[in-house]
């Protein structure tokens, strides 16, 4: 009898089990108040009046019926159908060119294919606007046409979504087992049946990944459409317009949730088909290593060749636009652009606030979601809390950056939240920041640490270490790269940022990439291309201090591995 009572008494949870609840505990509420909140207070106001009554399916019944608001939904949707079925095409080619040819200056090619992402996407409309706008320089190619509008927006698109889809399929292209192509190559299979039957298929959840990234990309930019959409109306900036423009919330809200439901259709869709991807590589196989074949690798050079020009001749543009002194009468340069007192009242103030907010967003988020992340994946137990806490960490790659700082408005503005302090102030920008880019980069934590051997707790256990000193003194400085790339991720992300911040700042807290957009509105577009090109030496700045430290601290520091 006392044997049975024994055994039904439950052990007594560790010192470390308790700590490690506890802190899982406090991610959760982190993410349910700056994730779960405002995204439910934004459904909630959707179905209110002006006057906070419950008027139930009567916003969206005359979202419906309204033509124009309708028709910003289907411009919307074929914009991102169009701009993908460019942009997928191009950077599946060019990884191809990548990972599969003997090309000279690969590293260059593809460095050079990455800058777009180190500028806020308004800089290729801005440029876009100087080649073929009213007084653009090849105006007379578009035969009397004109750029603001559809063509604008998904020209400047394939320029922006380019280097975000390039990177998934070069990693798609890269998870090839050479002994596959040996097999096809014994069985007479030609280049072409070659390439259908074993490249294509062996790359297809990336190219579905990378189809649903672009899409999503395209249907919640906001920078872009405000820039060269002229009367073309797209979703992003009709939630703008009924915000900002009529100050009608209500609409505003509705209309963030049908950008918010394509988006989540498509994160939905991605997962599915990443759920259902196997393992290209298994223990055995063999890297793939590329053949020379000189006429293929002559022609995928010429294409990098012709790609990676474009993408420097819309950087060098408006670089150059930055520099002139009057567009087009006056093509003397100058630095007076720079000046940015005469173009705004808050002159340099912004990019000095916009990388006040960038670094703590980088070096807060960096520390609070690696740590987050450990603790999902280190602690036993509490199944329901880490499994709510893995949802709302994954939840933010499906919410657009307008439909997420449009919740905080109505969630932080309210008078009767105790949080109302943060309201307009540093600190929410901060915040907001790191809830929007939150998933990328706990899946970057995760993925290190899952790389750790259990043996490293195991002998911490053995010699009755606490589980957080193991973490202070082992886990981090084994993780140290990936908690570093976990900061440029977020800094890079939150200097060039426009969608997610642009009804959060106010007059003292204006960011870089929000003046951009006001001095382009005002006439000044030399100064707005000088402020985009600050944002894009600042973050170039900052990605050469990352493979600087990466070749020197971080390399003597993960020498061990090596041994």
């Known amino acids: 009898m006392a044997l049975a009572e024994a055994t039904l008494v439950k052990p007594k949870a560790s010192s470390d089990d308790i700590v490690m609840r506890a802190g899982i505990a406090v991610v959760l509420i982190l993410l349910a108040l700056f994730v779960a909140a405002p995204l439910w207070t934004l459904l909630s106001k959707s179905f209110h009046n002006a006057d906070d009554k419950w008027v139930g399916l009567d916003n969206y019944i005359r979202y419906v019926s309204t033509p124009a608001l309708m028709q910003s939904l289907w411009n919307s949707l074929w914009i991102s159908l169009l701009t993908t079925a460019i942009v997928v095409p191009l950077a599946f080619v060019y990884a191809y060119a990548l990972t599969r040819a003997m090309l000279p200056g690969k590293a260059l090619f593809q460095a050079v294919a990455l800058i777009p992402i180190l500028a806020p996407s308004l800089l290729p409309a801005m440029s876009m606007i100087y080649l073929f706008g009213n007084q653009g320089m090849l105006k007379q190619l578009l035969g009397g046409g004109e750029i603001y509008g559809a063509g604008g927006i998904v020209a400047s698109q394939v320029f922006y979504c380019f280097p975000h889809v390039l990177m998934i399929l070069v990693t798609a292209l890269s998870m090839a087992d050479q002994r596959l192509y040996e097999a096809a190559e014994a069985l007479g299979a030609s280049r072409w049946r070659i390439f259908w039957t074993v490249t294509l298929p062996g790359a297809r959840y990336g190219l579905i990944s990378a189809i649903f990234v672009c899409f999503t990309l395209v249907l919640t930019d906001f920078g872009i459409a405000k820039v060269i959409g002229g009367q073309f109306n797209v979703l992003a900036t009709d939630v703008y317009k009924q915000v900002i423009g009529q100050q009608n919330f209500e609409m505003g809200a509705v209309v963030g949730l049908i950008l918010l439901a394509p988006a989540v259709l498509s994160f939905f869709a991605d997962r599915y088909a990443q759920k259902r991807q196997v393992s290209l590589l298994s223990a055995r196989a063999v890297p793939y290593a590329p053949k020379r074949q000189r006429g293929r690798d002559a022609l995928l050079f010429v294409f990098c060749l012709v790609i990676a020009g474009l993408i420097l001749v819309i950087i060098g543009i408006a670089g150059w636009a930055s520099l ?57 137990g509490f199944h329901l809390v880490r499994n709510l806490v893995q949802f709302l960490a994954t939840l933010p790659m499906a919410v657009p950056g307008l439909v997420l700082g449009l919740g905080y408005i109505f969630f932080f503005n309210s008078p009767s939240n105790p949080l109302n302090f943060l309201y307009g102030t540093l600190a929410i920008l901060v915040i907001n920041t790191m809830a929007h880019f939150y998933t990328v980069a706990h899946v970057t934590a995760v993925t290190a640490l899952k790389q750790l051997d259990a043996e490293f707790e195991a002998v911490s256990a053995s010699l009755k270490v606490p589980l957080p000193v193991t973490f202070v003194r082992v886990t981090v400085p084994i993780c140290l790269p990936a908690i570093l790339d976990i900061f440029v991720y977020l800094f890079a992300n939150a200097m060039t940022t426009v969608s997610a911040v642009i009804f959060l700042y106010a007059a003292e807290t204006k960011l870089a990439s929000i003046a951009v957009i006001s001095m382009d509105e005002s006439g000044f577009n030399a100064a707005a291309a000088a402020m985009a090109m600050c944002i894009v030496f600042v973050s170039l700045a900052t990605r050469l201090l990352h493979l600087l430290l990466e070749r020197t601290v971080l390399a003597k520091l993960q020498r061990w591995r090596k041994r």
């Open 324 to 380: 002139i002194k009057r567009w087009p009468y006056n093509l003397s340069l100058t630095l007076a652009n720079y000046d940015f007192e005469n173009f705004d009242p808050t002159g340099w103030g912004p990019l000095w606030t916009s990388l006040k907010m960038a670094a703590l967003a980088a070096a807060i988020g960096a520390i609070a979601i690696f740590t987050a992340a450990w603790l999902l994946e280190k602690s036993r």
